[in-house]
Antibody
Framework: QVQLQESGPGLVKPSETLSLTCTVS????????WSWIRQPPGKGLEWIGN???????NYNPSLKSRVTISVDTSMNQISLKLSSVTAADTAVYYC?????????WGQGTLVTVSS | EIVLTQSPGTLSLSPGERVTLSCRAS???????LAWYQQKPVQAPRLLIY???GRATGIPDRFSGSGSGTDFTLTISRLEPEDFAVYYC?????????FGQGTKLEIK
């Protein structure tokens, strides 16, 4: 059974870098694209970007200058880094299997940006 | 960027009723790269429909999707109590892959 689990700090200070990891079990990182999606509290969904295991990435232009998505095939993990965060980056962050989201999602992790 | 507009924003219905949710795109989608998700409170979205009309694994056949071009619909033929949730459409034909703002289905 495919499972995704996000992890990382729940609180990040303004102007710092948000760093999250998604650990995948039940599927090989090498076989699929993987996406990050976020959802501010009480609001809708925003696709952040995706990655293929070879390193090919595609980012949302609205975040492109601040986002890095990477993959660690040895750990079967995908990582998200978002720099220079502000309160507007407070959201539940999800990782998901697929180029756009798709059939398997993690439970999500809430990241709050606050001093 | 393709903007998806969902209507209505909120629907109040009773179990057993039939419902059709709408998702309209600001420009025609290449092929039928449109998905529908269901999201319940404090849960991740659940994929219902992909490719505009393909039912995801394990999704009951009371859920169906249709449409092409700029107009898409999700139909629930007979509402069950567990179907009351927020529904999102998403286009994945043109990056960035955008979501609609959601339609909330609430119990009347």
């Amino acid at each position: 059974q495919v499972q995704l689990q996000e992890s990382g700090p729940g609180l990040v200070k303004p102007s710092e870098t948000l760093s999250l990891t998604c650990t995948v079990s039940g599927a090989s990182i090498r076989s699929y694209y993987w996406s990050w999606i976020r959802q501010p509290p009480g609001k809708g969904l925003e696709w952040i970007g995706n990655i293929y295991y070879g390193g090919s990435t595609n980012y949302n232009p609205s975040l492109k200058s601040r986002v890095t998505i990477s993959v660690d095939t040895s750990m079967n993990q995908i990582s998200l880094k978002l720099s220079s965060v502000t309160a507007a980056d407070t959201a539940v962050y999800y990782c998901a299997r697929g180029t756009y989201g798709g059939d398997y999602w993690g439970q999500g992790t809430l990241v709050t940006v606050s001093s | 960027e393709i903007v998806l507009t969902q209507s209505p924003g909120t629907l109040s219905l009773s179990p057993g009723e039939r419902v059709t949710l709408s998702c309209r795109a600001s420009q025609s989608l290449s092929s039928t790269y449109l998905a529908w998700y269901q999201q319940k409170p404090v849960q991740a979205p659940r994929l219902l429909i992909y490719g505009a009309s393909g039912r995801a694994t394990g999704i009951p056949d009371r859920f169906s999707g249709s449409g092409s071009g700029t107009d898409f619909t999700l139909t629930i033929s007979r509402l069950e109590p567990e179907d009351f949730a927020v529904y999102y459409c998403q286009q994945y034909g043109s990056s960035p892959y955008t979501f609609g703002q959601g339609t909330k289905l609430e119990i009347k």
